[in-house]
């Protein structure tokens, strides 16, 4: 770590950046976060940037010389991240000479920072569905999400949904959209043929396959209890339920019912990202009915390894997934239930996705960044 600014020329763009979301476990927004610092990183090769973070930073092998860690003092570890962000950051990060800073989740340092600031959005549960946040995550983002959006020098979101819904919500107007790039792994050309991955998790049967933390907004109650009335019918043919994806928050009724349909079931728990792709290539179908996501990552992934998608009928998910889905509305277990096995008796093929369909632009990041660059 670095704690002197002495060895930055100043003609040197030093760019700071949320840390915390970069753990050893990622999840769909870390893997977004991770694809726009890997960008910053291949842009602007003669610059400095820096992740600043109370917690441990995880990051894949070719990152880890081209960033530089500013972690908190050891006192502040125990903190919970919104707490030392909010608290204790500022005075962090205002001992660097920053062009600018990067807010990975919406929520600035309080008090004022003494550079510019991009603030990243990626969706308004707090506001569509609080009930299935953590308390703390909650109130911080009912009491400073609209106030640091509005602070930010500059905002961009994940999708035109959860744009639409900043306007709709806080009167800001987002810079751009930046759509999560999905990494080259999941294109169909790439998917592996061979079944080893689905041998080392003891899966030998047809399988349906769900891919998020288990918490309530994904709506996985919904997906057991369509897929333990069809399994009742015989009416699925011998297939399981695969479930993959972190424990999450505020789930026993997930895992009570994971363990009452325990035979049908496969709860893999965390799985490494180059073991995904097999998993949604041999699926027969991938189910994503989530009340309310600001994108949908899984649904993306799956698309490109070629595996039919049904998911709700939100405008977010109907955006991720190009239009291309089966759609549902998530609270309709009957609709759930004719969807699915329609699906089955149609035998039907994913849709023939490349990679210009779903291309990420970095432009207002670029933008945003060559501004001050120009400035400097």
Same mark, same amino acid.
């Not at 369509?226 to 505020?250: E, M, N, Q, T």
């Given at each position: 770590?670095?704690?002197?600014?002495?060895?930055? #020329?100043?003609?040197?763009?030093?760019? %700071?950046?949320? %840390?915390?979301?970069?753990?050893?476990?990622?999840?769909?927004?870390?893997?977004?976060?991770?694809?726009?610092?890997?960008?910053?990183?291949?842009?602007?090769?003669?610059?400095?940037?820096?992740?600043?973070?109370?917690?441990?930073?995880?990051?894949?092998?070719?990152?880890?010389?081209?960033? #530089?860690?500013?972690? *908190?003092?050891?006192?502040?570890?125990?903190?919970? #991240?919104?707490?030392?962000?909010? &608290?204790?950051?500022?005075?962090?990060?205002?001992?660097?000479?920053?062009?600018?800073?990067?807010?990975?989740?919406?929520?600035?340092?309080?008090?004022? /920072?003494? &550079?510019?600031?991009?603030?990243?959005?990626?969706?308004?549960?707090?506001?569509?569905?609080?009930?299935?946040?953590?308390?703390?995550?909650?109130?911080?983002? !009912?009491?400073?999400?609209?106030?640091?959006?509005?602070?930010?020098? *500059?905002?961009? &979101?994940?999708?035109?949904?959860?744009?639409?819904?900043?306007?709709?919500?806080? %009167?800001?107007?987002?810079?751009?959209?930046?759509?999560?790039?999905?990494?080259?792994?999941?294109?169909?050309?790439?998917?592996?043929?061979?079944?080893?991955?689905?041998?080392?998790?003891?899966?030998?049967?047809?399988?349906?396959?769900?891919?998020?933390? /288990?918490?309530?907004?994904?709506?996985?109650?919904?997906?057991?209890?369509?897929?333990?009335?069809?399994?009742?019918?015989?009416?699925?043919?011998?297939?399981?339920?695969?479930?993959?994806? !972190?424990?999450?928050?505020?789930?026993?009724?997930?895992?009570?019912?994971?363990? !009452?349909?325990?035979?049908?079931?496969?709860?893999?728990?965390?799985?490494?990202?180059?073991?995904?792709?097999? /998993?949604?290539?041999? !699926?027969? *179908?991938?189910?994503?009915?989530?009340?309310?996501?600001?994108?949908?990552?899984?649904?993306?992934?799956?698309?490109? &390894?070629?595996?039919?998608?049904?998911?709700?009928?939100?405008?977010?998910?109907?955006?991720?997934?190009?239009?291309?889905?089966?759609?549902?509305?998530?609270?309709?277990?009957?609709?759930?239930?004719?969807?699915?096995?329609?699906?089955? *008796?149609?035998?039907?093929?994913?849709?023939?996705?490349?990679?210009?369909?779903?291309?990420?632009?970095?432009?207002?990041?670029?933008?945003?960044?060559?501004?001050?660059?120009?400035?400097?």
């Amino acid at each position: 770590m670095k704690n002197s600014m002495s060895s930055y #020329t100043e003609n040197e763009m030093v760019i %700071g950046m949320d %840390g915390f979301p970069f753990s050893k476990q990622q999840g769909g927004i870390g893997k977004y976060l991770l694809a726009i610092l890997s960008m910053l990183v291949d842009t602007y090769p003669q610059a400095k940037i820096l992740l600043f973070s109370n917690k441990p930073i995880f990051l894949p092998a070719e990152l880890e010389d081209r960033v #530089t860690r500013v972690c *908190a003092a050891k006192g502040y570890m125990k903190l919970p #991240t919104t707490v030392w962000l909010k &608290c204790f950051a500022g005075r962090l990060i205002n001992q660097y000479k920053l062009d600018c800073y990067i807010s990975t989740g919406g929520l600035l340092p309080s008090g004022k /920072l003494s &550079c510019p600031t991009l603030s990243v959005v990626h969706d308004l549960v707090y506001k569509l569905f609080p009930k299935s946040m953590g308390r703390l995550q909650y109130y911080s983002h !009912a009491f400073f999400l609209k106030h640091d959006v509005e602070k930010a020098t *500059a905002v961009i &979101c994940n999708s035109m949904g959860t744009a639409s819904r900043v306007v709709e919500t806080f %009167g800001v107007e987002p810079s751009g959209i930046v759509c999560p790039p999905i990494h080259p792994r999941y294109y169909k050309k790439e998917c592996r043929d061979d079944k080893t991955v689905l041998e080392k998790y003891g899966i030998d049967s047809p399988y349906f396959l769900s891919v998020g933390t /288990l918490e309530p907004r994904k709506n996985l109650s919904m997906t057991i209890r369509v897929f333990a009335s069809l399994v009742s019918r015989g009416a699925l043919g011998g297939h399981k339920l695969v479930l993959v994806g !972190a424990k999450g928050w505020r789930n026993n009724e997930i895992v009570s019912l994971c363990e !009452a349909y325990s035979k049908d079931i496969f709860r893999l728990g965390y799985v490494p990202d180059e073991d995904l792709p097999s /998993l949604y290539k041999h !699926a027969t *179908a991938f189910l994503f009915p989530s009340l309310y996501e600001g994108f949908g990552i899984p649904v993306r992934e799956a698309m490109m &390894c070629g595996c039919p998608v049904l998911t709700s009928d939100s405008p977010e998910l109907k955006e991720s997934s190009l239009g291309l889905a089966t759609y549902i509305n998530p609270n309709d277990k009957s609709q759930y239930e004719e969807a699915l096995l329609s699906l089955v *008796a149609s035998s039907r093929q994913g849709p023939a996705l490349n990679e210009r369909m779903i291309a990420s632009d970095f432009s207002s990041i670029l933008q945003f960044i060559d501004s001050l660059k120009e400035a400097k």
